[in-house]
C-alpha cells in the first residue's frame, strides 16, 4: 500500500466555525460531541454553519457524531453488470456493520450525470461517497464533492485530473497475464473487446493488451480493437462488427466477464464453436463466468475485499485527519476455463 504525495484541501477549525456562527468555540465543542447546555435554535445554526463551511469533526467518538448523516454514496455506472451489484451488496453489508446506510446511484458513464449525481449528494449531505464510475478526464464531480469536502474513494477506475483514494488490481499486469496465456495457445488473429475508454480500467487493460501482443510479435490493428458498452449488449455489438467481417479472429480478448458472454452468445448464434472457431477470454471473475456451463478463462477481482476496502478508508477519512491519498491494489488471479482451449479442470471431491 502506497500513499500519493498530493494534498487535501486544507480542512476547516472549529474556531472558524464559531467566529462564522458568532459562538464560543466551546458552543461548538459542545454541539459537535452531542452535549447538552445549548438551545435548540443555537444547535441549528451552528450546525448549518458547519455545513455550509464544511467543517467535519475529526476522531471517533463514544457518542455519535451530530454532524454525520450516517449515510454514504455509492456511484456505479450501472446495475446489470453483476461486477457492480457484488460489488454494491458487500459494501452495503460493510457500511451496515459501522451503522451506516448506502444511497445508491447509476450514471450510465454519463459526463452529465455523473455530475448532476454528485450535486444531489453533497446536496444531500452525505458523509461520503465511494465512486465506481469515475471518468477518466472528468473534473466536475469531483470537485463539487472537494468543495464541499465530502471524502470520496475511486473504486477500480479513477479520474487523472483528480487526485484521491483508489481500490483496484493492477489492471495493467492483469491484462497482459491474460493476453500471454492467449498467445500461448498460438492463435495470432486476436481482437480485443473492451469497456469506455475514459474508463481508467478499460483503457489500461487494452492498452496492456496490444502491448502484449506486439511483444511477441501479433499486431492488433485499429479496426480490431473495440470500446463498447460494460455489458452482454455492448458485447454482442462488438461481436457483430467483429465477426461479420471477412477476416474473422481466431480469438477476442475481452476487458470485461459481461463483455465476453455477449461475444459468446453471438459467436454461437452463428454456429462458432468455442474454442475450436474462436477463443474467448474475460475479465472480473464473475461466479457464472467461471461455472463449468461457460467455463469462461478470466481474471478474477476479489470482490468483497475490494469493497471492504473501499470503505474502510472512506470511514478512515470521515473519522480522522489525513493530508495524503492512499492507492490500494488488490491481488488479482487468473482463472483457467475451457473458453481458451485449456482441458476442463477436474473437479475436487466434496
Known amino acids: 500500500m502506497t500513499a ?3 494534498e487535501r484541501p486544507t480542512r476547516v477549525s472549529a474556531a472558524a466555525v464559531a467566529r462564522a456562527a458568532g459562538v464560543s468555540p466551546a458552543t461548538v465543542s459542545y454541539i459537535m460531541n452531542g452535549r447538552g447546555g445549548v438551545s435548540a435554535e443555537t444547535r441549528r445554526h451552528v450546525l448549518g454553519i458547519a455545513n455550509e463551511l464544511g467543517y467535519r469533526a475529526s476522531g471517533r467518538k463514544q457518542t455519535p457524531d451530530p454532524q454525520l448523516t450516517r449515510v454514504v454514496g455509492l456511484i456505479v455506472p450501472n446495475i446489470v453488470n453483476p ?17 451506516f446506510d ?13 455530475s448532476q449525481i454528485a450535486t444531489t449528494l453533497a446536496a444531500r449531505n452525505v458523509d461520503g461517497v465511494i465512486i465506481a464510475a469515475a471518468l477518466r478526464r472528468d473534473a ?12 470520496y474513494v475511486y473504486l477500480s477506475r479513477r479520474s487523472e485530473q483528480v487526485p484521491g483514494d483508489f481500490v483496484g488490481i493492477d489492471d495493467d499486469a492483469a491484462a497482459a497475464q491474460l493476453m500471454a496465456h492467449v498467445l500461448g495457445h498460438g492463435r495470432t488473429e486476436i481482437a480485443t473487446v473492451i469497456g469506455p475508454r475514459f474508463s481508467t480500467a478499460s483503457l489500461a487493460r487494452e492498452i496492456a493488451f496490444v ?3 506486439a511483444q511477441a510479435g501479433v499486431t492488433i490493428s485499429g479496426s ?28 477476442i480478448v475481452c476487458g470485461s466477464d459481461e463483455i465476453a458472454i455477449g461475444v459468446m452468445e453471438y459467436a454461437l448464434s452463428l454456429g462458432l464453436r468455442i474454442p475450436d472457431d474462436l477463443i474467448v477470454v474475460g475479465s472480473d471473475g464473475l461466479p457464472h463466468s ?15 475485499q475490494m469493497a471492504t ?14 493530508t495524503s491519498f492512499v492507492h490500494e491494489i488488490c491481488e488479482h488471479q487468473l482463472h483457467i476455463g475451457t473458453s481458451c482451449g485449456c482441458p476442463a479442470q477436474p473437479v475436487a471431491a466434496p
Request: glycine share 4%; aromatic share 4%; hydrophobic share 40%.
Open 140 to 151: 466536475r464531480s469531483l470537485q463539487t464533492l472537494r468543495q464541499r469536502r465530502i471524502p
Open 290 to 304: 467461471r461455472s463449468r456451463l461457460i467455463g469462461m478463462t478470466t481474471i478474477v477481482q476479489p470482490v468483497q
Open 309 to 322: 476496502k473501499a470503505f474502510e478508508l472512506l470511514l478512515d477519512q470521515i473519522t480522522s485527519k489525513r
Open 102 to 114: 448506502v444511497f445508491v446511484a447509476t450514471t450510465q458513464d454519463d459526463a452529465d450525470s455523473l
Open 211 to 213: 502491448r502484449t501482443a
Open 4 to 6: 500519493a504525495a498530493a
Open 224 to 251: 480490431r480493437k473495440v470500446s463498447t458498452r460494460l455489458n452482454a449488449q455492448g458485447g454482442i455489438a462488438a461481436a457483430q462488427r467483429l465477426l461479420r467481417s471477412p477476416d474473422r479472429p481466431e480469438a
Open 83 to 99: 461486477m457492480y451489484t457484488g460489488w454494491a451488496q458487500n459494501i452495503i453489508t460493510a457500511t451496515a456493520a459501522e451503522g
